[in-house]
C-alpha cells in the first residue's frame, strides 16, 4: 500500500474552499488537528494533508512490533504509513501526501541526537528543495488556508521546527498562488490551566512534574489566540484516528482517559493563532473565529 496522491486535478475540480496543513510525522495531524480536519471534511472543503516523514524513530508501544524500530529492523516508517492511511481514512480525509514520496526524508529523532546526522533526517533537508515539493503541491490544490506548527514546533522537535520552516517558505516561494491566511496550531493558557487541574487527578498525567502552566514549552495567551474550532461533533472519528497510530498511543494512554471523563470537549475543540491574512468577524471575549475561513470572499 502506497501514499496516495492526487495527480492531475484542476483547482476548478476541486470544492470552493481547500485547506492545506502541513505536519511532520504520522500521528501529529490527529492529536493537534484531527477534528478539524473531519469538520471541515464534513463540510464539503477539500482537505489535503501534507505529511514531511515516516516518523521511524518513533517508540512502539505494541510490543509484537518491537523488531520494527530503527536499531533493529528499521521498518516502523512503512507500518506508520499504513497507520497514518488509516486515521486518515476514519477522518475522511482523501487527499493525503508523503512530502517528496515516501521515503524522501526520514525522521530525526528528538533533538541532539545523532540522528539528527542521518543523511536523509529532515532536520537537514535543503529549505528551498524541501519547500518546492511543498510549492508544487500549493499550486495544484490552490488552497485559500493553511495551518502548520509555530517557529518552535510547539514544543522544539526538530521535525516540528523544520515542517513550520518549510510550510512557511513554500508560502513565500508560492507567491500569488499560495494561501491567504496562514495558521499555527496552538493551546490557549486558559485551556492549558483547566486540563492540569484536570490532569492532577488522572493515572498517567504527563504533568505530573510541572507545578504551573508557564513551565511548558507551548501555550499560547488566550488573547493571543485567533480561532477555536469546534469539532466535538467528531471527537469519535478523531478518537479512532488516534486508535489507527497504535505503534504510537497506547490502549492506557492519559489521552484516552481525559477524552473519556470529558468527552468531545476535548477531543474536540482545537486553537489556532493567525499570522498571515485578515482576521474574519468572531466571537466571545476575545472574538476568536469559528471558521479559519472567515472573512475570505469564496467563490461557491
Known sequence: MVARTVSAVTNESLPARRLLLVHAHPDDEVIGTGATMAHYVSEGAHVTLVTCTLGEEGEIHVPELSQLAAAEADQLGGYRLVEWQRACTALGVTDHRILG???????????????????????????????????????????????????????????????????MRAAELAGADGPEKIYWSAMPLSVMQDGMEAFRESEGNPFSEVEKVEDLPFGTPDAEIAARIDGTDHSAKKTAAMRAHATQIPDNSWLYGI?????????????????????????????????????????E
Open 101 to 167: 514520496g515516501p521515503g524522501r526524508y526520514r525522521d530525526s529523532g528528538m533533538m541532539g541526537l545523532p540522528t539528527n546526522q542521518h543523511p536523509r533526517a529532515f532536520w537537514g533537508a535543503d529549505l528551498d528543495e524541501a519547500a518546492a515539493h511543498l510549492v508544487a503541491i500549493i499550486r495544484e490544490v490552490r488552497p485559500q488556508v493553511m495551518i502548520t506548527y509555530d517557529a518552535n514546533g510547539f514544543y522544539g522537535h526538530p521535525d516540528h521546527i523544520q515542517a513550520h520552516r518549510v510550510a
Open 259 to 299: 477524552a473519556g471523563d470529558f468527552g468531545g470537549e476535548f477531543m474536540g475543540l482545537e486553537y489556532y493563532t493567525l499570522v498571515q491574512g485578515e482576521r474574519g468577524p468572531g466571537s466571545g471575549p476575545f472574538q476568536w473565529e469559528d471558521d479559519l475561513f472567515a472573512g475570505l470572499e469564496i467563490k
